[in-house]
């Protein structure tokens, strides 16, 4: 067993370094730029082959006609292991990966995501909701962000209950 003094020694050492770990949720990192998080689908340059269907090797994207010409794309997050080779294989660059990793749920049924008509930039923040699909979530996020910045008063942030 260590003498008491060394101990101390070394709290008190360490109480004046820069912490090891850093304070992620309020202070988040750089992401880098080939850094594959959720993908994000353009609707209009799909023309429903469906090679990366084929090549998805957690079977976690399906492509669905939605109409003559056009189709829909449904991501199962609970099963995508991001590896983005879906995007890669696309030979018309309907798929593009976002930044977007923060994606845990609690309940298995909201990890199920249409992807529709959305850019790569507004794809950026949408998380998944349970039968919705991520342009009304997009919606929904718009919302709570003016929701936030009206509770802002005086330099002091309220947080909501979330």
Known sequence: MKNIGT???EALKSFFKKPATSRYP???RGIHKSFA???SF???KCIGCQICVRNCPAKAIKISKAADKIFSC???LAN???CSQCVMSCPKKALHTTD???LAQTDKSKLTVKLEELSPESKADVKPEAGKTAESVQSNQDES???KEAKTSGGQLSLPNE
């Open 74 to 76: 449904e991501l199962y």
């Open 145 to 147: 962000a003016a929701d």
């Open 7 to 9: 101990i101390l020694f």
């Open 37 to 39: 998080g959720m993908i």
């Open 100 to 102: 977007n990793f923060e």
């Open 80 to 82: 995508c292991i991001f």
């Open 42 to 44: 353009e609707q209009n």
């Open 26 to 28: 309020y202070e988040k």
